[in-house]
């Protein structure tokens, strides 16, 4: 079956590159994906494919998933795969890595394996400043960007080995709830009587599994989602920040600075480029 695959070596991708930049063995493209079909293929190289615009599906050995702007995808080298481009504009982010980016990294490549999805907003937060060095480009590229990929591992293999251990139910019960209904009004007694646990129970134990106080996950959703919504030339910033959820644009303006260190309007200039 493997012979019979496309092979893609490193830096390839299908579709219209736009940029290309290698720098000591981490690849980055920012690609136009222009085929409604891609069979069966895979890559020389273990990469990240993070979804600027638009939409795109995959489909892997463990089954498809439907990528809209703002996904995150994590391929293992070698992992099979093949994609599907809804109509529109569609527009990815690759980061891939040669075998001696692993070494150099010191992080063992059996740790990495198969497809997944990335769903933490930290991890995306530092894709977003790892595609705005790409378009500082200054002598401090190389170095900042290969600080935040390491951090970006690091991340992974914290919340890699987190999930493997034993956790309350309502834990991920609370993070399928928060992704359903982040941009709506939340209450902690609404939230426990749905949990089926005390208040009080609730507030002291949120930190020790979201590593963060519920206001700041929550605020990290929010902004998140509006880093999706950006390349969105028809949305205006006030638009997007009560599509978040914030109560007004000066509150979303606030919370977005504070997490990226600059004001959307900036940012969406960046993601156009």
């Given at each position: ?51 600027l ?7 892997n050995?463990?089954?498809t998933?439907t ?8 391929h ?12 529109g ?84 019960k609370l ?5 359903d209904s ?6 902690l ?7 089926k ?60 600075k ?16």
């Amino acid at each position: 079956m493997t012979k019979e695959m496309n092979f893609l070596r490193t830096g390839q991708f299908f579709g219209q590159t736009n940029r290309t930049i290698h720098l000591n063995g981490i690849i980055l493209t920012d690609t136009e994906y222009t085929h409604r079909r891609v069979d069966w293929h895979f890559h020389e190289n273990a990469y990240f494919t993070f979804i600027l615009q638009g939409r795109m599906i995959e489909g892997n050995r463990k089954g498809t998933y439907t990528c809209s702007n703002g996904s995150l995808l994590f391929h293992s080298w070698q992992e099979p795969h093949y994609n599907l481009k809804p109509d529109g504009y569609t527009r990815g982010f690759h980061v891939e890595f040669t075998k001696n980016c692993f070494t150099d990294f010191s992080f063992d490549l059996d740790d990495w394996q198969g497809a997944f999805t990335v769903e933490n907003p930290d991890i995306k937060f530092l894709f977003y400043k790892v595609f705005r060095e790409t378009k500082i480009f200054d002598d401090l590229t190389a170095a900042s960007i290969q600080m935040q990929l390491i951090e970006i591992f690091g991340h992974m293999l914290r919340f890699k080995q987190a999930a493997q251990e034993t956790k309350p139910v309502w834990v991920n019960k609370l993070k399928g709830i928060l992704l359903d209904s982040f941009t709506e009004k939340l209450s902690l007694l609404n939230l426990s009587h749905e949990l089926k646990i005390h208040p009080v129970h609730l507030s002291r134990d949120f930190s020790k599994y979201f590593h963060c106080t519920f206001g700041e996950y929550v605020r990290k959703m929010r902004v998140e989602k509006s880093l999706a919504l950006l390349p969105d030339k028809n949305l205006s910033l006030t638009d997007i920040a009560f599509q978040c959820g914030f109560a007004d644009q000066s509150h979303f303006l606030r919370c977005f600075k504070k997490i990226n260190g600059i004001n959307p309007s900036n940012y969406r200039k960046l993601l156009l480029r």
